[in-house]
């Protein structure tokens, strides 16, 4: 339960399984899923479980590509080839263009182009096959030539089922409202957003790992209190008191801070290409206090000045969609993961300026 690394088997994956059940049963429907959620939430645990079962008990072929670093069409193809040759996916490529074959799998010849070598590749996939795309706000400068691959192959070889991870930002936007002249409109993918462990379901996660590993332990509430449902930072918890072995407070401490530097640095991304960046500083500070749009409003006003109600309410629903912040009512607003509350926006802002 505490190890680090993202879980790949069902059996280590814990209090999901009804998402793990709706996102094979839509991948067994031939939907395309985008797995989304906040940093550390298990996005990649569960979509490592969900081709591990498709390829055990469906008769699929999977191949995992974490974007992570791939910037471009060309590094998706040469990150996907491998993987594939690994799985022996069976391809028909009796019109073939783009590749060699050789006894080791298929190479892509060397003046081929992306675009042209990934529309042949995932067409003459002759098998079900389950591509997972992981963190695909990464190929956000090759979106359109991208979302064009997407569209061509989803209405050429329904063999083929995408599944992307990531955040809302760039490309999984795109994805999930594809502008009206990309072929994947009116095609949207299923969308399955990960929310934290509940208190409960928290308690019972800290004292399985607990047993697992035969470590006494009756923490369970401040652990909660202080660190909510994430399960990342449960994890991260857990291994630093049960693992390493350090003092209660001491694993709480590093946890928290392991975890707000991640959401540091989730924040600054988000903010790269904002031009108003102080409003969302503003923003994240004043939702620690006030949760309804008046006072909010009202604390945007004492720290900024005036902002209309119509960029007020954009920039709120660009921190919704980003999983900075939740809608919990009619104009309401409340920042869902713990370690937010305990950055200063007002610092980052300053750090970058
Ligand atoms: N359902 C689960 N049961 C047990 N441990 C889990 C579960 N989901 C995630 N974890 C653990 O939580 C941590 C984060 O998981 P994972 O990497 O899957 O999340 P993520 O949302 O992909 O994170 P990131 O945003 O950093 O990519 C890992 O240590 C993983 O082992
Ligand atoms: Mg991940």
New binding site residues.
Partial sequence: ???????EHRN?????DSELEYLLEQLLAGNWVVVG?????????????AIRELKEKHGFKGAYVNLRGVRSLNALLTSLIPEMNSSRVKLDLSFNVNFIMGSAGIQVKRDAKAVSSLNELLNSVHEDFVIAL??VQELSQASKQFLDILGNVFSSNSRVRFLF?G?YIGVTRILIDPPSTSPLHGRPPVILN?RPFNDNTSRV?LRK?MREIGVDFNGEEEVVRRLDGV??W???FG?FYAVRKKGLEEALNFAESEGKK?MIG?FEHFLENKNNKIVYTTLMDVIKVATKWRDIKRGIEIGIGGIDDKQLSSALDSLVSNNFIEKVGRGEYRIIDPLLRKIDYSKILKSRL
């Fill in positions: 339960m505490f190890d680090l690394h993202p879980k280590e994956l814990f209090g999901r959620g906040q940093r550390e939430i298990g996005k990649t645990s569960l979509v490592k479980v992981d963190e991870t955040s990960l996660f790992g399960v990342g449960l994890t991260l291994n991640i989730e």
